[in-house]
C-alpha cells in the first residue's frame, strides 16, 4: 500500500487561510488522482477536492468552490490543497487519498481510492 502524510493543518480564525500538503514516499504522486477528503466528529466523510494524474483537471465540492485550490508540486512530489475564506464549518480531519484509476467528471468518489493518509486535523474558530 502507498503511504501519504498529510500535514499543514491547525488552528486559524475565521477568514484565514491554511495550506495542507500530501506528500508520498517511495512513489511518485503523479501516477495517481489524488484526493482530499475531511471528516467533522459526528459526521460522515465527505469529499473536498481531487485532482487529475496531469493536474490539467480538478473537481471541488460545492461547499468549497471558490475558497480552496488543489495543485501538484511535481518537483517536491506534493499536492498542495490551498484552503482561503475558512470558515467554522471547515473544521474536520483533512484526509489525501491516492487512486490508480482517472478522475471522473465533476466527482470525486472515494470509493475509488485506494491508499489514504492519516489525516490532519484543521479548526477554524476565533
Known amino acids: 500500500q502507498l503511504q501519504l502524510v498529510e500535514s499543514g493543518g491547525g488552528l486559524v480564525q475565521p477568514g484565514g487561510s491554511l495550506r495542507l500538503s500530501c506528500a508520498a514516499s517511495?512513489?511518485?504522486?503523479?501516477?495517481?488522482?489524488i484526493g482530499w477528503f475531511r471528516q467533522a466528529p459526528g459526521k460522515q466523510r465527505e469529499t473536498v477536492s481531487c485532482?487529475?494524474?496531469?493536474?490539467?483537471?480538478?473537481n471541488y465540492a460545492d461547499s468549497v468552490k471558490g475558497r480552496f485550490t488543489i495543485s501538484r508540486d511535481k518537483t517536491n512530489n506534493t499536492v498542495y490543497l490551498q484552503m482561503s475564506s475558512l470558515k467554522p464549518e471547515d473544521t474536520a480531519i483533512y484526509y489525501c487519498?491516492?487512486?490508480?484509476?482517472?478522475?471522473?467528471?465533476?466527482?470525486?468518489?472515494?470509493?475509488?481510492?485506494?491508499?489514504w493518509g492519516q489525516g490532519t486535523q484543521v479548526t477554524v474558530s476565533s
Open positions: 517511495g512513489f511518485t504522486l503523479d501516477d495517481y488522482t
Open positions: 487519498a491516492a487512486s490508480n484509476r482517472p478522475l471522473l467528471y465533476r466527482v470525486c468518489v472515494s470509493s475509488r481510492y485506494d491508499s
Open positions: 485532482i487529475s494524474t496531469s493536474g490539467g483537471r480538478a
